[in-house]
């Protein structure tokens, strides 16, 4: 499974390097993990990590039945998707923390998080994880590095003499 090797190395290689920046980076694994239905009501919840997500996508690619250079390409856009979201949807959940002060179960909390979220860096944070993201798969899953890899997939589907 070299494609979800490498997706699996550039979402680490991403949570590394961006482990003191944006604190929602950690989450990623979650996020994208849920979306592919790792963590559904089905199972008890628990934070899901890399490995997690490694060992259901494989599951995904082997049991399903389905291409692996398609699931990981979906799973970069994605990723792609979310740290995006970040930004773009910074005013809401500012909003949203807003509100939610207002209910004292909840106000502590809130007041700490729209304190990190109006935080002068926290623009910053997430544009340096969205250019670190892009940089990492723009190594990793270049043009180059993407024809490469579906030839070896193209020759192992042949017939060896």
Known sequence: MKWVDLYIDSLSELLEKE?????????LPMQIGFKIGLGLPTEPFRATN???LK????KLISQINMREDFVVLSLIAETTRQVERYLAEHGDAISSHLSASENEET???ALKRIEELTN???SFNVRSAIDTWKQIVSVNFSTAQIATMK???LL??????
């Open 19 to 27: 482990k003191d920046g944006l604190k929602e980076i950690k989450n």
């Open 50 to 52: 890399v490995d997690d």
């Open 55 to 58: 060992e259901h996508i494989g």
């Open 107 to 109: 106000k502590e909390m």
């Open 120 to 122: 002068v860096n926290y």
């Open 151 to 153: 030839r070896e997939i």
């Open 156 to 161: 192992e589907l042949i017939p060896k003499r």
